[in-house]
């Protein structure tokens, strides 16, 4: 019944109340804007704008044409968007480590599911080494996880550093045991952490055994030890901490994909190349 072209003028000609904004903003002369106002007050049997040598207007009619205005134009906007985009169809069974769930894939993947709406997409949120024994069963198309540097094959987003991270008020006292908060084994975070105390002869004990990012997260933010964290993912109210406190190194980390050799390959490549275009610029925090 309203031609969405009118509504649009209409739109904004509301929020300038201004006709010669209007034209400038869309690319219209001022006689047009006022003509497509006038067909669509003609549509509506109402008047809709009011408009003098002073001021432009809404009337109550008008007031009430905005309200559904806007939700016919989002609508119009969605329904476009869903027909206008990739035909690209499928199912991709995609696998993020949950730590790295924390940086920019939430944003990558609402941004691929806009883009592909025909893609049906199913997450998995793990592990790393839940993820890689998925995929290697077939269970999984494609997978985002850390992995010790330089194992062959996938795809690499970044390498990160593995450090001692903890909360500001912890102190790690020398010749006691390192108070350590850890992932069930096995881990790749909990070996490094372990492998590279004992390396140095360092005793530990381990505080907190968690399943999932958001055990390590709250223990840490107790205070209750140290956890084995990558570098780029330290949250703002944790620390890494200092070399004061004369704890080994911990190496580096790779963050990979890994995908499914017999799985179609226009999903994968469309959402790894997101990955790797949106992870390798920054590293957020959480």
């Not at 509506?44 to 432009?56: K, N």
């Not at 009619?61 to 016919?72: K, Q, T, V």
């Not at 390498?159 to 850890?182: F, Y």
């Not at 890494?240 to 050799?261: K, T």
Request: glycine share 8%.
């Amino acid at each position: 019944m309203f031609d969405p072209v009118l509504l649009r003028t209409f739109v904004t000609v509301a929020e300038t109340l201004n006709f010669t904004a209007t034209g400038q903003l869309l690319g219209l002369s001022q006689p047009t804007v006022s003509q497509q106002i006038r067909k669509l007050e003609g549509a509506a049997g109402r008047t809709l704008v009011l408009r003098d040598t002073r001021e432009v207007r809404l009337t109550d009619n008008g007031d009430a044409m905005l309200g559904f205005a806007r939700s016919i134009l989002a609508a119009h906007d969605q329904a476009s968007s869903y027909f206008t985009g990739s035909a690209m169809r499928g199912r991709l069974r995609f696998g993020s480590a949950d730590d790295l769930a924390l940086t920019q894939l939430p944003q990558i993947l609402r941004d691929f599911r806009q883009l592909y709406p025909h893609i049906n997409l199913e997450l998995t949120v793990n592990q790393s080494g839940f993820l890689t024994r998925r995929l290697l069963a077939g269970q999984l198309d494609l997978v985002f996880v850390k992995q010790e540097p330089d194992i062959p094959g996938g795809r690499l987003v970044r390498r990160d550093r593995l450090v001692w991270v903890g909360h500001r008020n912890l102190s790690v006292e020398a010749g006691q045991p390192v108070p350590l908060i850890t992932y069930q084994a096995p881990s790749l975070s909990r070996t490094a952490a372990i492998t590279a105390l004992e390396s140095v002869g360092r005793t530990w004990r381990i505080t907190c055994n968690v399943r999932e990012i958001n055990g390590v997260l709250a223990a840490t933010r107790a205070g209750i030890g140290i956890a084995a964290f990558p570098q780029s993912l330290i949250p703002p109210d944790l620390m890494q901490l200092p070399a004061s406190v004369e704890l080994p190194e911990l190496g580096d980390i790779d963050f990979r994909l890994l995908d499914n050799p017999t799985s179609a390959r226009e999903p994968i490549d469309a959402l790894a190349g997101a990955i790797v275009a949106r992870q390798s610029q920054v590293a957020p925090t959480v």
